[in-house]
C-alpha cells in the first residue's frame, strides 16, 4: 500500500495515539475497544508469520503453528520483501530487546 493513499490527518491521530501507549497493559485496553478479537488476533497472526518467514520457516510448518491460510503467508512474505519494510524494522527492533 502506498503511503499516500494511507496518509491521512484521522490515521496520523491513530498512530499518535498508538505512540503515547506505555505498556502491554495500555496496549491491551485500547486495541479491545479499537478492533475486534478477530482483527487483533489476525495483526498478531501476520506479525507471527513474519518472523517464521525470516527464519526460512517451511509455509507449511509456518501454517501449522500459527493457523495461517498459505494466502496469508504469500501476502506476509510479499510485504516482508517488497513492502515498506515495517516487518523488517519491528522485528530487528524486538530481536533486539529479547
Do not use: H, W
Not at 494511507?6 to 498508538?18: H, K, M, S, T, Y
Not at 503467508?73 to 522485528?91: E, M, P, W
Amino acid at each position: 500500500m502506498s503511503r499516500d493513499k494511507l496518509q491521512d490527518p484521522l490515521v496520523d491521530e491513530l498512530f499518535r495515539a498508538i505512540l503515547a501507549l506505555e505498556n502491554i497493559d495500555e496496549c491491551y485496553r485500547f486495541f479491545e475497544d479499537l478492533c475486534t478479537t478477530a482483527e487483533i488476533k489476525a495483526m498478531a497472526q501476520r506479525l507471527a508469520v513474519a518472523r517464521y518467514l525470516r527464519q526460512g520457516v517451511t509455509y507449511s510448518a509456518i501454517a501449522a503453528a500459527t493457523g495461517a491460510s498459505t494466502a496469508t503467508i504469500s501476502r506476509v512474505k510479499r510485504f516482508l520483501n517488497y513492502g515498506a519494510d515495517g516487518y523488517n524494522l519491528i522485528l530487528d527492533r524486538l530481536d533486539k530487546k529479547e
